[in-house]
């Protein structure tokens, strides 16, 4: 006889309808592929009038989430409301006491309260699935959580938002400034009318800290990333970008270092030569680096409602197929503390922009500063007059040679404090690719 | 308590060395992880007295693997020996007549026999898992398998080959002909000593064969693969694809058109602005059309042993964590037959290269024969005198508009015998990407 999984979808937005299209028009192939039904038997959304342009069939409606995560009803509860606290939060909880297991989109949710979470549904022999949560349609979770199983991962980076992607992607494209991009992206909807959590980086930061958690084993620590968003990158770095042979783009990294996990979200220069580089717009991509595999780099749309559903339907099928594994790979118990690598402490080559002011001894003291903390260049070019910082100012750009932060640091505060320069200095960390 | 997980692999060559290395490096992890040890108690090599680098421990050895593949200590039977037919089809066949689970990276078993191992292995709700068969440490199969089962695959491509996708890298950075930089791959181990499985394109049909069957639930038909190899692309087309804005790369592409599934293994031009472009060396890429989900790209190492051997232990991995699912996703039993596309039939734009005799009504004769079969010109260029063809010729590239492989064939056959060119025509299809 063909087993029955009863799904409760909380949250009928985007992602939900497009998870509830999905269930419905590849229903047989599912149910053929998995052996066991997936029915939708109860809903939750706040307005129970508005038109959705589908029709929810015998599913049974909650106006209230929690009320349908534990209802007798359903099997697996699938959260996609969103939100780090409140109903969302409530109603997975609730959902785990009841014996359900949970699918969830919820980047937020998970990147704070993931290890507890995950302890929750391990006690139960539950399943806690959010294939959906990081980078859209993309199969990084499952990746990392089964593919790279017999992998030691050392180090990943991606492109983990869509919306700084399209506008830093629009900026070298089009020679656009930043403000004047935003407004467009929000303007066509590829930005939220308060655009601070994509562009600030926390989003990204949300995902970076799950895929942190199952690539070495730690407690999901959200509150060890270091996080810098893109309000700051200007016309003039893409530009001098490009002419040095590099990409500007939103990166979120975690690396194993000798003093702890280094998770950051901050712009990145990238060799145009990269894979990475390539990747434009609203597209997302995750490189893992691990031993003995090498690199494997996952392109695909981060967001949008098919691509999402399609990662919630993937997780649903698995709980169909009896996978029930814990959440970030190593039981909840067994996660290792997150030990933080230091921002003061990372090394890397960095990108420095400065508008100096034309007069003798301004170079000699900037060279004196970066000498006293033994940074030294690989590149050093005065590009032209810089426009915006008057006319006795010329831009000068520096590539250093590998470096410390607190050294880089260190020396934008002295060249700051001499005096020489118009405005604060502009750093952009290069990321080996 | 503990459960346990016997395994018997057949084939010590790089990819058993790696494998056993990492079920030995990784064994705590993976330990803990699935709930499960993952024990070798037996092995089978051609030769017992070769020093492999690492012991067996407790590992029985058999010197015939099949009488490995039937033995009582084992639960999962690795085939790591090769070969479509011979000891590597037999040993499977005995494993699952004996009960045992298989774990294989044999594409070219799997490609003439995928189907009835299938069938095979259902009957007795057995797994066969194939993660390493494609593209090496890419979870491709896992990723058509399970990420992507809620979506309508609509095209699939992919640079398949390494030993291909090296040479051609070759001969786009570094302007050496085709003869010359095989001669250089075969020194450097990147080349069989006897290349044509690999440059002939077969291995990437194989591969290919399998993707398609995952793709769109047909039985595997390797025989309806069109190959083509890359004996015939010179320097002088890697150079005119790089002055129009394209790279050449030996493509797998399987596509649902009207007439039938297109599987094709041949030479393409592909805009440079593709994110399969970048994939140099021996970098292997897989890149997914489906519905809703859009596209999904994966990118990594194609071979290797510890590549390889990830694919492989992942596999393992899901077998101990219970994942007994069909092996093409649709059952053995409801695969579809393969209707082939024909080549014919096939429709996109194409990239044509002639030596043209410099005598009047040469290229009037040309056009004729491309109006006369309805096949419309994008751009035209005479390039320069072609050295290689003697003074007297100039060399003619050609891109058309969309036109079918028919109408091509016609007007360069009726090109060829008007006698205005030195030798054959090239003719390379363009990729849409």
Known sequence: MQGRLRLGIAGLGTVGAAT?????????????????????TAVSARDRSRDRGFTLGDATWFDDAKALAVSDEIDVYVELIGGEEGVARESVEAAISAGKHVVTANKALLAHHGTQLAGLVEAQKLALKFEAAVAGGIPVIKTMRESLIGNEVTRLYGILNGTCNYILSRMTFE????????????EAGYAEADPTFDIGGFDAAHKLALLTSLAFGTEVAFENVYVEGIENISLADVEAADDLGYVIKLLGVAVQTESGIEQRVHPAMVPKTAGIAGVNGVTNCVAIEANPVGEVLLVGPGAGGGATA?????????IARGEITPAFVTSADRLMPSVRGPMRAHAGGYYIRLSVHDRPGAFAAIATRMAHEDVSLESIVQRRVDANAGQDAAQVIMITHETTEAAIRAALAGIEADGHIVGAPQMIRIERT
Do not use: M, P, W, Y
Not at 20 to 40: E, F
């Open 20 to 40: 509830i299209k999905i269930l419905t028009d590849r229903r047989a192939h599912l149910s053929q592929a998995l052996g066991v039904d997936l029915d939708v």
């Open 175 to 186: 020679g656009g400034e930043f403000n004047t991009i935003l407004k467009e992206a929000q």
């Open 310 to 318: 399609s990662s919630v339907v993937s997780d649903i099928a698995d």
